[in-house]
Antibody, heavy 124, light 106 residues
Framework: EVQLVESGGGLIQPGGSLRLSCVTSGFDLNNYAMNWLRQAPGKGPEWLSYISGSGSTIYYADSVRGRFTSSRDNARNLLFLQMDGLRAEDSALYYC?????????????????WGQGTLVTVSS | EIVLTQSPATLSLSPGERATFSCRASQSVAKHLAWYQQKPGQPPRLLMYDPSSRATGVPARFSGSGSGTDFTLTISSLEPEDFAIYYCQQRGNGITFGGGTKVEIK
């Protein structure tokens, strides 16, 4: 069974840093691009970052570019999101999600499955 | 940034009824649109992509259509487990999500 489990969230002051982790199981992480997304209460999800299977290609949303950094350790089945310069508007539930594996291959930027999320609250 | 507008915001229906949701893009996304279902306390679940392909394990009562700027998700006959929030998402130009349509029990 494919599983994604995020951790590392918490309460942080504005300007602070957090490092989120996503541990994966049930599939070979080397073969899949992964994504980070977030969802504020009562809002639709927001895509944040894409990282290719090898980690050589990384994209960011404008809202986090220059502040957030994605990385991965395929040998340990781990995905990371380093978040610096946090702002109140970064408060949300943060998810990792895999690119969907369709019948003829991965569908880039289509997300399934998702983890259960880790909550980040930025407040003084 | 492409804005996705979903309507209606809330749909009040009874089990067994047909549900139809709309997602309109501020500019063309070709066929690069997906639909997700989200229940309270759970992450979104992919239902449809591009936009008429059903994701693995999704029942046949779900169907998607459209291209360009106008898309529709249809549930042919609502089951009790279908009462949830539905989001559309485009990947035609950047990646954005709509604000969601909540399907509630009438």
């Amino acid at each position: 069974e494919v599983q994604l489990v995020e951790s590392g969230g918490g309460l942080i002051q504005p300007g602070g840093s957090l490092r989120l982790s996503c541990v994966t199981s049930g599939f070979d992480l080397n073969n899949y691009a992964m994504n980070w997304l977030r969802q504020a209460p009562g809002k639709g999800p927001e895509w944040l970052s894409y990282i290719s299977g090898s980690g050589s290609t990384i994209y960011y949303a404008d809202s986090v570019r220059g502040r957030f950094t994605s990385s991965r350790d395929n040998a340990r089945n781990l995905l990371f999101l380093q978040m610096d310069g946090l702002r109140a508007e970064d408060s949300a539930l943060y998810y990792c999600a895999r690119d969907y594996e369709g019948p003829v291959g991965s569908v880039r930027y289509t997300f399934d499955p998702w983890g259960q999320g880790t909550l980040v609250t930025v407040s003084s | 940034e492409i804005v996705l507008t979903q309507s209606p915001a809330t749909l009040s229906l009874s089990p067994g009824e047909r549900a139809t949701f709309s997602c309109r893009a501020s500019q063309s996304v070709a066929k690069h649109l997906a639909w997700y279902q989200q229940k309270p306390g759970q992450p979104p679940r992919l239902l449809m992509y591009d936009p008429s392909s059903r994701a693995t394990g999704v029942p046949a009562r779900f169907s998607g259509s459209g291209s360009g700027t106008d898309f529709t998700l249809t549930i042919s006959s609502l089951e009790p487990e279908d009462f949830a929030i539905y989001y559309c998402q485009q990947r035609g130009n950047g990646i954005t999500f709509g604000g969601g349509t909540k399907v509630e029990i009438k």
